[in-house]
């Protein structure tokens, strides 16, 4: 028997909706102005300086992703990809100045007549903010970081 999501869990499903609703601008609100935003192309990659990252994206380049996104006339969303996700097992431990969750992603992307899954491991650093959290940053493991990865667009 499972009860209320907690505070930290609501949020995290807060986020993903705002995803699969392809509320980019809203989802970039919900991150801090120093934030920073992941996706490592290895397993255990230990820095996004140290090879190519699938996406390492400061708060600058998350903006422009976001406008990206948000133009009619991004060929990269022509159509629209129909996403859901789906956040569980979240625990959180405190990281000193902030807050540092882990939670599982499975994310189905549905665009062209093609489906596709990713799984993985998100790891957010949150901070308190007017009773809700920001994302201070934002580090996605999939599972399969290190295939053939074609066009991804929509974020994780």
């Not at 935003?37 to 230990?46: A, E, G, L, R």
């Not at 820095?47 to 600058?60: A, E, Q, W």
Request: proline letters at 5%; glycine letters at 4%; aromatic letters at 8%.
């Amino acid at each position: 028997m499972s009860g209320p999501p907690t505070e930290i869990e609501a949020f995290l499903i807060h986020e993903a909706r705002l995803l699969d609703e392809a509320r980019y601008r809203a989802w970039l609100d919900l991150f801090t102005e120093d934030a920073w935003y992941w996706v490592p192309s290895q397993p255990d990659q230990t820095s996004p300086l140290d090879t190519v990252s699938l996406i390492y994206d400061d708060r600058k380049l998350l903006e422009t992703r976001v406008r990206r996104l948000a133009d009619a006339r991004a060929h990269a969303q022509q159509p629209p990809s129909r996403t859901s996700r789906i956040v569980a097992n979240v625990t959180r431990e405190d990281d000193g100045d902030g807050i540092a969750v882990r939670s599982k992603l499975q994310l189905i992307e549905y665009r062209r007549e093609r489906q596709r899954l990713f799984g993985g491991t998100v790891h957010h650093g949150l901070v308190a903010a007017r009773a809700t959290f920001k994302i201070r940053w934002k580090r996605v493991d999939l599972v399969n970081c290190n295939a053939t990865l074609d066009g991804l667009s929509v974020p994780f």
